[in-house]
Every structure is written in C-alpha cells, then in structure tokens.
C-alpha cells in the first residue's frame, strides 16, 4: 500500500508457505510514524481481530516476520477482505481495508511452487 501523494510505501504484507513441513510465514513492513509497540490489528471480514506485533525497526521502517498458523491461512482464503489497523501516532487506529479476492489462488500458486 503506497501514498498516493508521494508513492512512499506505507505498509506491506507478504504471507508465504513453508518449505516442506515449515508454517507459512507472514511479513508486514511499515513506515516509521505508527506506533511500534502496540502492533498492527489484522481482521478478517467480520471474525475477531488478532495483534501481530512489530518485532523489528530499522531504517527502512517496522516490521515482522513470524510463522502463521494455517488456521490463519483459512481465514485469508475463505475471507473477502482484511482490514490491517495500526496504531497511528496520535494513538488512533488507520484501518487499510485489502481486497481479498485473488489471495486464495496467489496462495495455492506460491504453495505449488513452494513444493507444499
């Protein structure tokens, strides 16, 4: 997801399956000015909300790379959206609503070439 003013990236996610018998693994970067030790909501249609939290921070933003529980991956699949809410600077939530239309055969792709 990008600034339309400036095109600076804003938040990136990336899930991934695991090689072989390894989980899959989700990555989420954001840009600096969220605040990092609350996390980022992540929800799935209306289901409940689960906090991934930033477990890194470097020049390029925050972020995390962690394993997802394919409890998670069925949530993604079967679901039609995700909201993705950080903690803003003011404390207040910015919800990012994403399409989840295409996810489940991006998925089944990346997993056939993963091996899975």
Do not use: N
Not at 25 to 30: F, G, H, N, Q, S
Request: glycine share 14%; proline share 8%.
């Amino acid at each position: 997801m990008s600034d339309r003013a400036t095109g600076g990236e804003i938040l990136s996610i990336a899930i991934a399956p695991g090689a072989g018998e390894a989980p899959p693994v989700m990555r989420l970067r954001a840009a600096h000015g969220f605040l990092l030790d609350r996390g980022i909501l992540m929800q799935v249609d209306d289901g409940d909300a689960l906090r991934i939290p930033f477990r890194i921070s470097d020049p390029q933003g925050i972020g995390t790379a962690a394993p997802v529980g394919e409890e998670v991956i069925e949530l993604l699949v079967a679901g039609e959206r995700v909201i993705l809410a950080p903690t803003g600077p003011r404390g207040r939530l910015l919800e990012l609503p994403l399409d989840l239309g295409t996810f489940a055969d991006l998925y089944a792709e990346a997993a056939e070439l993963a091996g899975g």
